[in-house]
């Protein structure tokens, strides 16, 4: 049985998120989801995001293609979270591509395809906007 991990933040939830948790499942039998916390997007990007943590990573938990959810607290402690979840496989969109081939010495890496013409960043300028 293969378990498949992968990291966000899902704020804004939409179609692009929905679709890489799909494909992610579709790689094994058991997904597991890190969804970042607040804190971790405080000190990336010196802006919370709009949608608080915990309804971040209720709205990913109630995806049929999700098994579970954690809090990813640290961009530090990836290779960590990888071992503690047994993942077998890391997946993340090609916007990461590369950045985590360190990690394929414990978990096969695969990047898969941003879906195109969507992103929380461009949702938070039609609002601003409109
Ligand atoms: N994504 C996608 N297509 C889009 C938008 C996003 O496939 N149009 C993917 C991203 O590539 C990522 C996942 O959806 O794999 C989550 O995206 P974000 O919420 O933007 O997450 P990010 O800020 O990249 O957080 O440790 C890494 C971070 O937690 C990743």
């Keep these: 049985m293969s378990r498949v991990i992968t990291f966000g933040t899902f704020d ?9 948790l799909k494909r992610a499942a579709e790689l094994g039998e058991y997904l597991i989801v890190g969804v ?6 405080f000190s990336k990007k010196q802006r919370y995001p709009i949608c608080p943590q915990h309804s971040r990573a209720e709205i990913v938990d109630a995806l049929a293609c999700v098994d579970e959810v954690f809090y ?3 961009l530090e402690l990836k290779r960590e979270y990888i071992l503690q979840c047994k993942a077998d496989i890391l997946v993340m969109g090609d916007d990461w591509q590369g950045k985590f081939d360190e990690f394929s010495d414990i978990c096969q890496v695969v990047y898969l395809p941003r879906t195109p013409s969507i992103s929380t960043t461009e949702l938070i300028e039609i609002v601003k906007e409109s």
Excluded: K, M, Q
């Design 12 to 20: 804004i939830f939409h179609v692009g998120h929905l679709n890489i």
């Design 72 to 74: 990813e607290e640290s």
């Design 36 to 41: 970042s916390t607040d804190a971790l997007n």
